[in-house]
């Protein structure tokens, strides 16, 4: 059974491709397969992050399908919108099971990406992959502004607590876990004490800005080079607060916004990178002129010209 239905907003094709609107398309193979996963009633802080796929695509009018920094024609990349995974109404845990059977079913694509949605899916998501590749191993690159290591024996399958559900699921390993973007007074002694006992690397805010986020991204993957494929993750709380309004947990001391892009056309460049997601960032709570999810959809775009980046380089 398919539980990816059609989207509730969807733009009609066009004969010219300029925006991004015209780009991506319903139907047919495609390198890049996006999906929504509009779930947020298992938010640890309330949110309506489940709105955010349906945000994130009628803002597409607005941006063009060429990157002028990079002088990089986004439309070289072929782009399938399959929808949204259909959320049961009230069964978080019977949600989460629908996304990890939907994305097992995506995870054969070129690429997979997920527009969450809090952070609990991304631990359906990869337990998906990890179903779909069994023999593989899976590497985390994870953008945030917390470890997301807390015990879901105390919180159920909260968004607080995705990495710790897949380390000890034994779907990844600690090791093969690195998040960039910790910084200040946002995790816990008892949740970083965990994180160095399972091997998770953590990259400050302070130690990516020193190195600078390029070469940060570059260490990361090296990092991972053992692993046969890596997904990113990447939550919109790890903006500073400041340009995050519409991300219910953003903090000050977060990423500036050309950071984060920065940092995600070099993971868009990288080859092993197969999956990736989009998460926690709530329309409801955006500003009158949606800047954050104007920022989302940026972002998006980087990574998306980092994977057109891979093709004219090979």
Known sequence: MSYLKKPEWAWQPADRVTHVHHWVKQEGEADVVLFGAPLSRSSISASAASEYPEAFRKMWKGFAAYNLDERIDLTTVSVRDAGDVAMHTTNIKESHRRIEESVEGLADSKLTCMIGGDHSTTACAVRGVKKAFSGERIGILQLDTHLDVRDPKELGPANGTPIRQLIDGETVRGEDVVNIGLHGYFNTKELVEYADQNGIRMVTMR?????????TIRTAVQSLEHVDRIYATIDMDVLDISVAPGVPASTPGGMKSEELFEALLEIGKTEKVRHIDFVCLDPQKDDHVAA??????????QFMTGVAMRSSTS
Do not use: I
Not at 207 to 215: C, D, I, Q, V, Y
Not at 292 to 301: F, I, N, P, Q, S
């Open 207 to 215: 130690e990516a800005r020193k190195a600078g986020l390029t070469e």
């Open 292 to 301: 954050t999810v104007k920022t989302g959809v940026y972002a998006w775009l």
